[in-house]
């Protein structure tokens, strides 16, 4: 059920709040899924937000959603030139942009356009607004968690030894699609790609990849990263590193399969990699610094004897253990080595992962919602590596 | 199979050339894609090219790729603080970013650390070369038709009515994951997102979205485009506008199929549809301008009386019949009302398509590479209506 108009009035007068306290008279939005978090809208356009939570959307074209009726005064806008008029007449002197998201040429056009006005950034107040879910988004997030372990129960008989990594993805996502997957992974970081997620088998995982995340894969040329023509085996491990989608919101969750008896050798990283999740789960409070976090992760990982695979990338280590979720995958904190505290309502993946050159990837990931009273785990596939055709 | 070193030497020497003549001294390319094309390496770190042609891939992290040696020095580059000398080291002063990618705030980065240095913009450099398709590139794009005509012949058989628009959309893609698809479609314009393509039936295809593409469709709350959750009926029209790919590279397609007997109405509109783009195919010749190509559009649609419906987007029509692909689906250039003139060895699709309210969009599309000789079509699906369960 999509959101309801107040879960949109109560996003907009938070960001009007926090333009007030950084003193910028309105925010001026560009970026699709920032307009849709803001009025539920996917436009083409402007969406102006002033600091006394009026809210315009200008669009170029059309809304796109007749039916639709968005918590904002729609007006049609062809021509950005009426737009310096328009924010003045609104008494607009100081306008916030999203430096994060606004190509340089594209920005210029702005600079020039609005040169009557202080311009500022807003990438940091909406990054910050969006870490912080609601009601709304936790239960979208729940949901989402639900569908991908549904549809991963519906896939696994279909999958069989000797099909192609690829072959197999393709099976387990239109699963999902068939489940209300846009067939489409929303990221934020410059230059990051992904698609649903990676479905690797034995020594696939360890293959580096450009993306930061917790494994690479082979991939195809052209995209180097992830599922590939490789064939799935008996007795290699099967990495199913997904996001679970629902109304926009995704959920980070990797488990491991396996066809045949699973070694010892394997059970016993994975035992060990459960037990740094576990460690760290206890530390999951409002208030903790992210960069304990990691440094807990690095130092359980020696503890426990796998410190030489923790988190490598190939030849290399990836400095995280985790990574904020929600509109898109790689949301607000990282969990890393940086000043940033976890807040009440956020939600986290963690995905401690080892690389075992000879085996692949041992490794597993869940995503989490801080509340007060320790982590709530979203992703709910039961957590040890799943043997098939038992 | 893989590009040769000659290609991206050719590359690089073209854009080596270019940089001179505009007065840089090298180019500081970081956006992955624009990396890969110039050495096949997917990375994430920085590619100087200089304007004798010398290339330096600086590399954060790890190549990704053990095995491949591209066509560049690799330097492991942790720290961005050492750039500067290592551009001074090569007398550089002249240096050229992206700045159809860079987003502001990364931009003023470079900015601050290159302060010594003249900045200007290579994004149409980049784009423009991007533009003209070498041998091998139109070999990629005439792989991806096949594997796409490919993988449409196998879903077929497995679409059945009462299927839901997401469902049957899920069958296909796993066809065309099968074939190397990696699930991800690269696209240029700011805040432009695409998913494979589209599937949608009957009146699904004049609901408008915020994308400009030749129709919208329903899709999902959060992602308001492309298939949705609406069941497939007899006695409606089956859009299937999708991307097929290899290597990278991208071909654009649109047929139309059918559950029963296909209405006159709707094969007449059909048949105006194919005279509009066989009229622009006569057109489409090195030297001409896309207005005129654009212009001829909307004049034969007038002509053959199927304007009221023509590139119309829910209350709103497009104003374009097509678009440059290749490594992104909405490459350069546009067919539009624009100053801009064919060339030999660019690739484009057209895409002419009538939004018929009470049906749905009656419309095709196709690739074609623009020679000396006229078009060379490379999508090659037959042009018809087909009709299923026949």
Chains 1, 2 share one sequence.
């Not at 328009?86 to 340089?104: M, N, Q, V, Y």
Request: with cysteine.
């Amino acid at each position: 059920m999509p959101a309801d108009r107040e879960e949109f009035t109560r996003r907009i007068a938070l960001l009007a709040e926090r333009l007030s306290q950084k003193g910028f008279d309105a925010a001026l939005i560009r970026y699709p899924l920032n307009i849709f978090y803001f009025t539920g809208a996917f436009v083409d356009g402007h969406l102006v937000i002033t600091k006394r939570a009026e809210v315009f959307l200008l669009v170029y074209r059309t809304l796109g959603r007749p039916d639709f009726n968005p918590v904002a005064e729609v007006i049609p806008f062809r021509s950005l030139k009426k737009l310096p008029v328009f924010l003045a007449d609104l008494s607009i002197k100081t306008l916030g942009l999203e430096e994060d998201r606004l190509p340089i040429n594209l920005y210029r056009r702005y600079q020039k356009l609005l040169a009557a006005f202080d311009l500022g950034d807003i990438s940091e107040i909406v990054r910050n607004l969006r870490a912080i879910k609601s009601r709304y988004e936790i239960d979208c997030l729940k949901k989402a968690a639900e569908i991908l372990s549904d549809a991963i129960y519906s896939f696994l008989p279909k999958l069989k030894p000797g099909f192609s990594e690829l072959e197999a993805a393709g099976l387990l996502e239109a699963e999902l699609r068939k489940r209300g997957h846009p067939a489409f992974t929303r990221t934020y970081g410059f230059g990051q790609e992904l698609a649903y997620g990676h479905l690797l088998s034995g020594k696939s995982g360890v293959i580096p990849a450009f993306v930061t995340t917790g494994q690479g894969g082979q991939g195809i040329y052209g995209f180097p990263q992830g599922p590939s023509e490789k064939k799935i085996q008996p007795n290699e491990l099967i990495l199913i590193d997904y996001a679970g989608w629902h109304e926009g919101y995704m959920v980070d969750q990797s488990r491991l399969f396996y066809f045949g008896n699973i070694p010892q050798k394997t059970l016993a990283i994975y035992d060990k990699v459960l037990a740094l999740l576990e460690d760290l789960e206890q530390l999951l409070r409002p208030g903790i610094s992210v960069q304990k976090l990691y440094e807990r992760a690095v130092l359980k990982a020696e503890e426990l004897g796998i410190s030489e695979y923790f988190m490598a990338h190939g030849p290399e280590k990836v400095p995280f253990v985790g990574h904020g979720v929600g509109l898109e995958i790689d949301e607000w904190p990282p969990i890393a080595s940086l000043d940033i505290t976890l807040e009440e309502n956020m939600v986290i993946a963690l995905e401690p992962k080892c690389h075992v050159p000879e085996i692949g990837v041992i490794g597993l990931e869940d995503t989490y919602h801080i509340t007060a009273n320790g982590p709530e785990r979203l992703t709910l596939f039961p957590r040890k590596i799943i043997s098939l055709l038992d």
